[in-house]
């Protein structure tokens, strides 16, 4: 409960929030699918956290399929700001939680992609880069894929999404086009792993130029994902700052 109260009152926080995830270590170095987590928390959450904290925590636990695609992008690319090194925390992601993960992620995205177009136009470019061609990417890096691979009646509404994304300007899409797009996709998908049809809603969150705190304290794992670059350009905070937290 304090680490979430210490988010609900930590300013300035990036424009799109902090997301965090609390894991026992034991699955962090040893993984286990789907990952079992002890507390989740998101900007999405922010109310719910608010109006009762200890309700909040009480029921965010359980396990989650997500997780496979936050450590193997940490294994990858993910740099550790506090703590023991990552090497030491996470263990190997097996390729093919990974390539389930990433599709439990995008297999509804027909259905939601109006909602979400610049996470699910992304996303889905990054879900094809990985059941294609066994890529692990970010949304951006996922986006610039799709412009050299996909067709390239695709590109502009890959362009919009990667500017929208970066926060460059506001985009307006077709709403049918992104319907088209998505069901191209997501047939790609299915024919370069022989992947299951279905639909299941997962949110899948990428670690684009973000970076990995991860602080080890009685076999508990916090793993924070945020925009950490914004804070640094705009000197809100040091390149070699720490967040003291507390564990009971």
């Not at 109006?51 to 990858?76: Q, R, S």
Request: aromatic fraction near 10%; include cysteine.
């Amino acid at each position: 409960m304090r680490i979430t109260d210490f988010l609900l009152e930590l300013e300035p926080v990036p424009p799109k929030g902090i997301e965090m995830s609390i894991v026992e270590e034991k699955y962090c170095k040893n993984f286990a699918y789907p990952t079992p987590y002890v507390l989740h928390y998101s900007e999405s959450h922010r109310r719910e956290a608010a109006e009762d904290l200890e309700e909040y925590c009480g029921k965010m636990n359980g396990k989650d399929h997500d997780l496979a695609g936050h450590f193997t992008v940490i294994n990858k690319a993910g740099i550790t700001l506090y703590g023991l090194p990552k090497e030491e925390v996470f263990g190997n992601v097996p390729y093919s939680c990974y390539l389930d993960s990433i599709w439990r992620d995008i297999r509804d995205s027909l259905e939601r992609i109006g909602g979400d177009p610049v996470y699910y136009v992304l996303n889905l470019a990054r879900g094809l880069a990985a059941a294609s061609q066994g890529e692990v990417l970010s949304k951006e890096q996922g986006g610039a894929w799709g412009i050299r691979h996909l067709p390239v009646c695709y590109r502009p509404l890959i362009e919009t999404a990667l500017k929208a994304y970066k926060g460059s300007e506001k985009a307006a899409f077709d709403k049918e086009r992104l319907r088209e797009y998505a069901d191209y996709v997501i047939k790609k998908c299915m024919l370069a792993k022989n992947l299951p049809s279905g639909s299941t809603a997962h949110s899948l969150c990428c670690f684009s130029r973000r970076e990995i705190l991860n602080y080890s304290s009685g076999g508990v794992v916090i793993v924070l994902s945020f925009l950490w670059k914004n804070l640094l350009l705009k000197n809100r905070i040091s390149p070699t700052a720490t967040i003291p937290m507390e564990i009971n």
